[in-house]
């Protein structure tokens, strides 16, 4: 880090005097000088003035007549133009957006200097020198649209080629696709910085109030941008001017303005839930002045900003928890038939006798006085909710019995500041520095007691930008610009108690104090933010990411090119650790009826509460913190861009970027650890009878640890993009592009098995063996102590177990040599028309190829319907004569554990380039730029992505290929801004006074999105399946998930459609079962068959169920605001503003459930878990805002 810094050091003092440039966060105006005869016109002097800070930056045309000026911040420009023999050319009312070239073409008049031609009309909207598609708003247009809580990242919503998740939250990029890539290939640049783990999720949180423009790209992005595969989000901050200007307000909602909610039981009030949300924020800039020293008007500016989110908040949503009856051991559920449960402790008899047998409860109840200690200490403090609804019931379980508000806090506190200053006539600086820190406590619905209360623990998260940049214009035709960049992200965990940590451990008798126990669950598990019905809080782990980018360009206007090339160096790392205590895991069971093979009865046993209740252990594990992870990443890019302007209408944009990245490797040499196929075994060194069988020479694989990178640097990235622009008529563009680009993989793989890492020491899953179902032990005797493998010289520790498939780290993650980075092609073609200087219709096509992104092959694949028969030799089980030892064969894991080319190992992962996708769009938009009061956006969409499901090597990439996860069919989104024309200076009632007060100055903001969900499955289960070898019903078998088996034994023989009238729940929507459902044309269920949209295939036998095919019910995100401003004096105005979410309460409900369980039908395709969007996505409930705010 110190040589890091130090050589960053010196190459900025070297750049100050060489010729750099960049365009991620600023703009180019540009152009072509000519006389009134359409002759070039060389020399002419340009100069660009940026009319609220009065900074000029001057140049000239060329021996083409044409000019170039980059590097200019976003905002409202002045340009003349002036020769001799001519009149000095003035336009003025120029507004310049981020990574625009506005193409300002002069013609100069015959005359004298003195004389002046003034014009003063905007330029049209068209893009005319450039091939790249996004989406630009102002920051005052998109901070007047009612955006909940003022996610800069939500101006996705009105971008075309987006998609997300049913419930996109705009706070983070996990739940957003641009151009039908991940989230992970969208880059988030703030002041050019890239301030982004680059994970797909965590992003620095922009302040809005302070932003001066946004913009999206989608397609063909120019040369100099890199770390963005399938689009960017590109943030630029206000900045100073000569005038003090300022914007602050108070926003907020109380429990009046939160409607209930669609299944909400009671109101937030009803429950005594205060649901009280603020965000007051700021921004001010200006000229730096201190009294008597200093007046930096014209040179020095500032801008300071906050925004405080603080947010108590509570979300109508149904929870599960245990009923009276189960917490007394009575498990017997009204209206269905309770899967029976048997006692682990009657187990007798053996598989090799095959005269397995249990004992079941009489009554399904269970006697108090075989309650576990451990059970009792937890029931002693009455840790979970009651119920208040009757919820619906299966054979295992109950779900939706707990009606309530989910309510939690939000706090996301940002606070930034910039600094503009001009140091001479051609040298310039900047610099900005923006902190985040948020967290989401939230109370647990379903564990009311704190000590066994996993929100207990949360996490605090920091951030930080830092941004320090020098521009400098070496001659009119060559300019540069440095930049150095920081951003750091931590989590750092909080719980008011950390004794809290061991809390759970306590119950469990003789255990020592220690020792940490993980979560147990008690089969009501996590059930969203407010529900968590695993028994126990999380560990004080920490993670700490950094990244530290340092970027040199230059451009050169040379005839009819404009030459850019640079040089960006990103460097990133990380730390996690866990705490240092020992970790125990639990694994309760032994209820489930036994035939005589050892399979189970059907529909018996799955209560989890009840194996816990009774307290009989089938396997446990141990873990403890060795060496943390010290990930390092570098990436080295060049890139050259020329914009050639071939003819005044036509520009070809030519450029390639190229990068070379380091592969994945440690801050200290081998402290990472992949899987070697060459390397034996060091645990299972020879075959185990019944356990493992290994070859005559030993059974292979295991970790080692290389000293360098894990695999081979690629040196192959190089990517082109080239796309044109042509100016067809005046008022008309076609532009069309297409770019390479190649993805980073960063700090990706952080596998320390055997050598370090947060399960450095590890016991591995012990168990009781391959076919032996009596438990370890009984949790009233304690846990043995862990046990760890012995060090081996190196000084790892073998990966353990008592069978391969729960060994320690029985996952082996093999890297080739020949991984490399994947890359992704783009295109797009656009018609753009403009009608009149102030609306512009477009037409877009855009399409996108992700090749080659980081999948994974089973290297355990066998082909279908083969196996081993008892003398070790492949047979094929397909044939009848096979069938009788094929359904002991695929029940017996010691069998199938041999067959596979690795039998020491659970699984072997081959990590490969062999994930594709594909993606098409079509677009048709209109935009009107702000002119008598009214401005709008609007487009519809069509659009389709496409991804392949590789795996098995014995099934083609191909086969299971469907639409991506965020596929959205549809989409139309709509914004528009409207002042009144009413009120002082407007066209009616043009006066001040008492009338203007109460009358004018009203605005109206309003948007409105309707799209398609993404796409569902269907599933069928709970039912039982006759053997045709036994003649016995039992559950379905299939072969190994080894061998190719696809269809999820299902086949499709109707597509599920949506019933006329969806909306009508039925009378009784607070009963999940009692609900009409969504889809009704699939039936109910037919015993042990399906219904009338899927059957059950045979066992052994492949279905044809597609993934994701069918579409539900759609989404609509509809709001509005209306906002009065009352005039103070001449510069300071007030403004009141009303905001409501969804004002028509048009409700987006939860996706249906998809999976038909045979014992109980009615829930199939009824609302899942009762639920409607939360407040804080896209389309959430009906809400409202008030704020008030000073603006001057």
Known sequence: MRYFSGAAFLILIFLLVTPVFAQLDTGIISGKVTDPSGAVVPGAQITITQTNTNIQVTSQSNESGLFRVPSLRPGPYKVTASAAGFKTFTRDGLLLRIGENLAVDIVLELGGLTEVVEVTSALPLLETQTSTTGQVMSGDYFYSLPNYQHWTKGVMVFTPGVQHSNQAWPGSLGNWSINGGNSNQIGYFEDGQFATRGDGGTTLNSISVAVEEVKVLTTVLPAEYGHATSGAISVVKKAGTNDLHGNGGYLFKDDPMAHRRFFQLQTAKQQGINTFFQQPDFVVSGPVYLPKLYNGKNRTFFEVGGSYHIDTNANASTYSVPTEDMLNGNFNFPGVTANQIYDPASTSGSYAAQNLSRQPFPGNIIPKDRFSEMWKNIAAKNPFAKPNSPGSYTGTDVSGNLIKDGTGKYRNKATQFRIDHQLTEKLKMWGSFVLNRNYQPSINNVIVYAPFDANQRYTVTYQHVGTLAFTYMASPTLISETRLGDYRQSNNPFMANPDYQFAI????????????????????????????????????????????????????????????????????????????????????????????????????????????????????????????????????????????????????????????????????????????????????????????????????????????????????????????????????????????????????????????????????????????????????????????????????????????????????????????????????????????????????????????????????????????????????????????????????????????????????????????????????????????????????????????????????????????????????????SYELPVGKGKRFMNRGGILDYLFGGYSFTWTYAIWTPTQLSLGYTGASYLNPVTGKWGSRQDYPGYEPTVGSGLFLVKMPELRDNWQDLGGDRFVQANHNPLVTNCGTAIPNWGNECVVVAPSFTNGNLPTRFWTAQRIIAATMAAYKEFPIKERYRAQIRFDFYNPFKWYNWNSPVTTMNQTNPRLFATVTDMTDFNDSVVGGPPSMNLSFRLVF
Request: aromatic content about 14%; glycine content about 12%.
């Open 505 to 976: 451990a306590r119950t469990v008798p003789n255990l020592p104090s220690d020792v940490y126990l993980n979560p147990v669950d008690i089969g009501f598990g996590t059930q969203g933010k407010y529900g968590n019905g695993n028994l126990g809080t999380g560990t004080m782990s920490v993670l700490v990411n950094n990244n530290r980018t340092f970027k040199q360009d230059f451009t050169k206007v040379w005839g009819t090119h404009a030459i850019k090339t640079g040089y960006e160096y990103m460097w990133m790392n990380g730390i996690s650790h866990d705490i240092g205590n020992p970790r125990l895991t639990l694994g309760f069971g032994g209820t489930s009826g036994l035939q005589p093979n050892g399979q189970s009865i059907p529909n018996t046993g799955g209560i989890t509460l009840a194996e816990v209740m009774l307290g009989y252990v089938y396997s446990y594990s141990y873990v403890q913190q060795g060496a943390a992870t010290l990930p390092v990443d570098s990436i080295h890019s060049f890139y050259v861009q020329d914009d050639w302007r071939i003819r005044p209408n036509l520009t070809l944009n030519l450029g390639v970027r190229y990068s070379n990245e380091s592969p994945i490797h440690s801050k200290w040499p081998g402290q990472f650890s992949v899987g070697s196929l060459e390397k034996k075994d060091t645990y299972f060194t020879q075959s185990i009878p019944n356990v493992v069988t290994c070859p005559p020479t030993g059974c292979v694989g295991g970790w080692i640890q290389p000293k360098g990178g894990l695999y081979n640097r690629d040196w192959n990235n190089f990517d082109p993009r080239i796309g044109f622009a042509w100016t067809v008529t005046p008022n008309t563009v076609i532009r069309g592009g297409w770019a390479k680009m190649t993805q980073d993989n960063l700090i990706w793989y952080t596998n320390q098995a055997e050598i370090g890492g947060s399960g450095f020491f590890n016991t591995g899953t012990i168990t009781p063996g391959n076919n032996v179902y009596t438990p370890l032990f009984h949790i009233n005797a304690g846990v043995p102590k862990p046990v760890y493998p012995a060090a081996l010289p190196d000084g790892t520790i073998p990966s353990a177990g008592t069978t391969p498939q729960n060994r320690a780290n029985g996952t082996l993650q093999v890297i080739p040599a020949n991984y490399h980075n994947p890359y992704t092609m783009n295109w797009n073609f656009s018609i753009q028309r403009s009608l009149g200087r102030n609306y512009l219709v477009e037409v877009v096509y855009t399409g996108s190829r992700n090749v080659g992104f980081r999948g994974s092959y089973d290297w355990q694949s066998r082909p279908y319907g083969t196996g081993l028969d008892a003398n070790g030799n492949v047979i094929d089980l397909t044939k009848p004569e096979n069938w009788a030892y094929r359904s002991t064969w695929v029940q017996t894991s010691a069998l199938t554990q041999a067959y596979k080319p690795y039998p020491s190992w659970n699984n072997v992962s081959y990590i490969a380039n062999n994930i594709n996708r594909v993606y098409h769009s079509g677009t048709v938009k209109m935009e009107k730029r702000y002119s008598y009061g009214l401005s709008y956006l609007a487009f519809f969409t069509w659009q389709k992505g496409l991804e392949n499901a590789p795996g098995n090597l014995y099934k083609p990439d191909y086969v299971g290929r469907a639409v991506t996860s965020m596929n959205q069919k549809f989409r139309f989104s709509s914004s528009m």
